[in-house]
Nanobody, 120 residues
Framework: QVQLVESGGGLVQPGESLTLSCVAS????????MTWYRQAPGKERELFARRMSGGASDYADSVRGRFTISRINGGNTVYLQMTILKSENTAVYYC??????????????WGPGTQVTVSS
């Protein structure tokens, strides 16, 4: 059983910064990638940041230069540093791990999400 839990969400004003954390625990054999999704009100869930186990990262154009995903020493905690937040960044933010529970069982494992509200 793999469990992910996000934390750090809250209410911030436009232009401010916020850092989210995601901790994965349980039967983790190998992490292939840690990813961040978000779902804004009335919109589809969006993948906007991904960090591969080897260290490479990818970002959606909408967040590149403002958001940074990190993972310390290949551990099971991933961070999302968000800067210059905008009202349109208001969403539920989800952490998702793509990895292996065992050497033969892999999948995508989701956290319950954390709410980020950007409003003046």
């Amino acid at each position: 059983q793999v469990q992910l839990v996000e934390s750090g969400g809250g209410l911030v004003q436009p232009g401010e910064s916020l850092t989210l954390s995601c901790v994965a625990s349980g039967s983790i054999f190998t992490i292939v990638a840690m990813t961040w999704y978000r779902q804004a009100p009335g919109k589809e869930r969006e993948l906007f940041a991904r960090r591969m186990s080897g260290g490479a990262s990818d970002y959606a154009d909408s967040v590149r230069g403002r958001f940074t995903i990190s993972r310390i020493n290949g551990g099971n905690t991933v961070y999302l540093q968000m800067t210059i937040l905008k009202s349109e960044n208001t969403a539920v933010y989800y952490c998702c791990m793509r990895g292996y529970e065992t050497s033969s069982k892999w999948g995508d494992y989701w956290g319950p999400g954390t709410q980020v509200t950007v409003s003046s």
